[in-house]
């Protein structure tokens, strides 16, 4: 599969990755990525963070928060572009196994994934919010200890990639493969949005990738220790997180700030 632009938008990409200037939308750029949404539509993930190394590192960056989806990027990062800026949105209510994780990542990969942290530590944030703001306002809690964190951190670089799927959720089903993130102003890529859960398994399994323990204590998606419970058998992956509040994402992916590609 083709997945190369002509020499004048390298050239481009080139000019833009060499200053610390936003990326802004131009009709060219929507032009390009609605292009290159098309051309990947059927490529395997590799073929598109090879394709996203090409055009946009090193000004192209991911935010993991170490889920299946997130060590299996890693793993291909390893091989493909291992020097890609990767980074973690440690809101200081992780679980202690993400954060092992995390070194179990380094170890096998030699990928030290950054962790990003508010300017706040939890005790000063409940203190400020009178308790645990997670249980009275879990939409403020994740905005400013994950969204405004997230904003900073990705401040000089014009693409970042997700591990999101489009079997996941309603919002993430419309998920494209590369658009743009009218949220944070980067071009969002998403090589594993076509995989299922089950592919991301059977990978994890047969290359030995680190994963997080909880998986095999009925934890399929995990996020906040107080804000994500055990699934019962039958009940989709993602009705752990934020049970009983009508909650379903974070904001990071939210479709209703997103525009272009319908990412």
Known sequence: MDTKFNADQKEDSGRLEGTDRPLQLTPDLAAELQEANEQLELASAEQIISWAVERFFPRLTMATAFGPEGCVI???LATIQPRTPIFNLDTGYQFQETLELRDRI????????????????????EQLHG?????TNPDQCCLDRKIRVLQKAVVGMHAWMSGIRRDQ??????????????????VK????????????WKRILREEIPYNPLHDKGYPSIGCLPCTRQVAVGEDERSGRWSGTGKIECGLHSIEFEQGGGI
Not at 106 to 125: C, D, R
Request: zero cysteines; proline letters at 7%.
């Open 106 to 125: 380094a170890e096998k990969y030699g990928i030290e994934v950054e962790l990003k942290k508010p300017e706040m530590t939890v005790e000063q944030y």
């Open 74 to 76: 890693l793993s291909m």
């Open 189 to 200: 890529i998403s090589p594993l949005a076509n995989m299922t859960k089950s592919e991301i």
């Open 131 to 135: 308790g645990p703001l997670h249980q």
């Open 169 to 186: 959720s309603p919002d993430r089903a419309q998920a494209a493969i590369v658009g743009w993130d009218k949220r944070f102003n980067l």
